[in-house]
Structures are given as C-alpha cells and as structure tokens.
C-alpha cells in the first residue's frame, strides 16, 4: 500500500487523476479530446488562443501547355477564430480527523489504508468531474448550444440560453442551416418529415444529409449519435424496412461494446450500422450530465429528445480537437509559480483545522475546425 504522502505527491495525484479522466467517458474518447487524447493540441497558448478553420475543396487543378510556368492559384483561405479558455478549478478539502478515524482506532495500519482509500476515492471523482467538464464542452459543440453561466465567482455550463443573468455564449460556428430541419445546402430543408411517420423516407433524408457533406466540405456521413426512442422509430420505419426485406433485421449488428478504450466506457451506449448504410455508425444512448448551479443541476442528455446528431466525418479524425491553455500557479503560500498546462491536481497540507486540500485544475476548449462538418437535426416533430 503506497504511502499517504505518495498518494497526495502532485506528479501522482496528476497522473492518477488524469488516468481517471481519460478513461471515463466513450464520447470523449470517440473524438479523442479526453485528457492525453489523439486530438488533444497544445500550441503554448494561455489565457487566450486561436484557431483555424480549414475546409476541402473540390476544385479541379488547371491545365497548362507545354513549355509555360506554372499557373498561379490563391492560397486555399483560411478562417481564424480568436478564444478565451474556459477554465475548470476545483478544491476538495479532507480533515486529517475524518481521515485518522477512517478505521479501527486500535489499529493504525487498517486506519492508514482506510485513509489511502478515501483519498484514492476523492481523486477518482475529481479525475470523473474533470472528464465530466470536458465532457460538457463537447456535448455543447456537437448542438453548437452552449453558455458559460457567470455566478459571482463561480461559472457553469448551460445547454440552452437561461435567457436572464449574466452569461456568455460559447460560438463553435456551426451554421444555422446545419441545425432544426437541416437546409444545408440553401435548396430546402432536408428532414422534410417527421421520422415517427411511416411516410418519411429516411433513407432518402439520410443520403441527402449524406450528400450535403460531400458538397459542403467534402466529408461524408460516417456516425450518428442519437436515442434510443429516435433509433426505434427508425428500425421502425417503413421504407427502412423495404430495404432490408421481411426476412432479416434492418440492423446488420446492434451491440453494448466494441474492442478498445472507446468500447470500454459504452456501458450506457448501443452501437449499430443499419443494412442499407452499413458504413455509418449509429451510437444510441439516454446518456447525459447533471448541469447547472450547484445544488440545482438539472440532467442533461448527450442527444436532446427528439432529436439526432449527424458526423459528417471519421469520429477519430482530427477535425475536432481539444485546445489545451495554460496558466501560473503556486501550489502554496511561497511555493514557487509553475505553469499549469491542460489537466493538472496537487495537495496542499494546511492547519487550524488540519486537513488536505486537493485541487484540480484545467484549461480547455474543444473546437471543430470544420464547422460545416456536424449538424444536429430536429427528426421526430
């Protein structure tokens, strides 16, 4: 059993919490923007940072006659989006008299590893609150509907406008025509009918939604992430099932896991491909966060109801990241100022009254650098 001081060493507690963080949650781990993800960046940034936003083209490379130079073409524009980092801090405090008479006063042994137990507790849900954070950041990207809710002090995340108070609105650029009924391309809406109607062609609608990535960014529709009330209506759907005939599932496989750290954390995940789009990967959950002011949190569903969010991209893919800022700390009154870089934890030793102060901390901001890339559409009304 590691030492109390072990535990609460900053480079173990940092790694212990980020450990917990990373594996935590499949969505995160979908994109890679947990804590050590594939898609985590880190460009020295602080408070303030910037990013780009890159499309594909589709345009044709010019022809030339022989014996002429080359023909000059612009470079491919760019747009640079300019951000504050969100910021993430935490302090836990655990009496040295909790932590003394965690086990049997006559045996100190049993109460130190008592004590060890209740700090590996402690740090196990910083690391989820932390993933939770995160978490929240990239629930709010995939809607592009998402308020940081100033509280004196305190900020928290909202998915929908509190409409009063002091807030901010936290833009990820999403086009308002990739969002409701999905007039992604300007010629009408896409989800022209209601998916709880055998009269909607949802085939159509979704090679539509299909065929509107590959025009607006020259991606193509590669997941969907929605419920599973949403996902019943469409095994449910009439033209769903003159696809795949009367004899066979309209699903070619619908299971809880798949191999690796993803399939790990979908405890409360289906995933399915249907027959007749057998490379689009449906991930169907009632999945969700508590929200909110502390003390009045209200859950939160990753997908709202009714609703279906469409990837027009490789979820792996580095089309999202995770911007990771930095910032000065002194861990303790005259400790020497450190910079902090993403996710960070360490303890602090205090008296009257003695306890340990463990703290998390973390600067962070998911971004699509493909704005165009996502839409979430309104598919039951």
Not at 129 to 151: C, E, F, H, Q, Y
Not at 166 to 173: P, T, W
Request: with cysteine.
């Amino acid at each position: 059993m590691a030492s109390l001081q072990s535990l609460l060493s900053p480079q173990v507690l940092t790694r212990v919490v980020s450990q917990v963080a990373s594996s935590s949650d499949w969505l995160a781990n979908l994109f890679g923007v947990q804590v050590g993800g594939s898609n985590v960046l880190n460009y020295g940034h602080g408070r303030e940072g910037a990013y780009h936003i890159y499309n594909n083209v589709r345009k044709v490379g010019k022809g030339r006659a022989p014996g002429t130079a080359a023909g000059r073409r612009a470079a491919n524009p760019m747009g640079k989006v300019m951000f504050t980092y969100p910021r993430m801090h935490e302090q836990v405090s655990l009496s040295a008299e909790v932590l003394h008479n965690l086990g049997k006063i006559d045996d100190p042994a049993v109460r130190d590893r008592a004590g060890a137990d209740m700090i590996s507790r402690q740090t196990k849900t910083m690391g989820q609150i932390a993933a939770n954070w995160r978490k929240a950041m990239l629930i709010g990207m995939l809607r592009d509907s998402l308020w940081t809710v100033i509280d004196g002090d305190d900020e928290y995340f909202s998915l929908t406008d509190p409409g009063s108070g002091n807030r901010q609105r936290i833009n990820f650029q999403m086009p308002a025509a990739n969002k409701t009924q999905l007039n992604m391309l300007g010629a009408g809406n896409i989800i022209t009918g209601t998916w709880a109607s055998d009269a909607t062609d949802i085939p159509l609608q979704l090679g539509n939604i299909n065929a509107a990535f590959q025009q607006l960014n020259g991606g193509h529709l590669a997941a969907i992430i929605t419920n599973w009330a949403v996902f019943n209506n469409v095994i449910q759907n009439a033209f769903v099932q003159a696809l795949h005939g009367t004899s066979s599932p309209p699903f070619q496989q619908i299971t809880r896991e798949v191999d690796g750290d993803v399939g790990n954390t979908m405890k409360n995940v289906y995933r399915a491909t249907l027959t007749f789009m057998p490379d689009v990967v449906w991930y169907i959950t009632d999945e969700g966060l508590d929200m909110g002011l502390e003390g009045a949190e209200t859950y939160n569903k990753i997908v709202a109801a009714n609703q279906a969010t469409f990837v027009g991209f490789e979820p792996g893919d580095d089309v999202i990241g995770c911007y990771e800022g930095s910032e000065p700390i002194a861990e303790y009154d005259g400790a020497p100022i450190n910079v902090k870089v993403g996710m960070s934890a360490w303890s602090v030793a205090r008296s009257n009254p003695t306890a340990t102060d463990l703290f998390s901390l973390d600067n962070a901001l998911i971004v699509n650098h493909v704005p165009t890339s996502i839409a979430t559409g309104t598919v039951v009304f």
